[in-house]
């Protein structure tokens, strides 16, 4: 079944950096496109970044454009998102996700705090 399992969460001050995994099985990986969401206390869920299969085209919210990089890694079926100059806005539980014939499926997620 589909999995995805996300790492490299954590606390770091403004201005930081952190590069989050999502490690996918269970489908062909470079057939999908995937995305980060995140979602903070009380707010809604929102995509942040988002990559398409081979060869890969990017979409950026506009809060995050500039700051931050999806990137995939078919071989290893993995998608990451590099996160610089982070503000403490960012702070949220991140979620990689991908539609798989027509079905959404998340991972756990994986919660960035940014904090002096």
């Known amino acids: 079944q589909v999995q995805l399992v996300e790492s490299g969460g954590g606390q770091v001050q403004p201005g930081g950096s952190l590069t989050l995994s999502c490690a996918a099985s269970?489908?062909?990986?470079?057939?999908?496109?995937m995305s980060w969401y995140r979602q903070a206390p009380g707010k809604e869920r929102e995509m942040v970044a988002q990559?398409?299969?081979?060869?890969?085209?990017?979409w950026y919210a506009d809060v995050v454009k500039g700051r931050f990089t999806i990137s995939r890694d078919n071989a290893k079926e993995v998608v990451y998102l590099q996160m610089n100059s982070l503000k403490p806005e960012d702070t949220a539980v991140y979620s990689c996700?991908?539609?798989?014939?027509?079905?959404?499926?998340w991972g756990q997620g994986t919660q960035v705090t940014v904090s002096p």
């Open positions: 269970g489908f062909t990986f470079s057939n999908y496109a």
């Open positions: 990559i398409s299969s081979i060869p890969g085209a990017t």
């Open positions: 996700s991908c539609r798989v014939q027509r079905i959404d499926f």
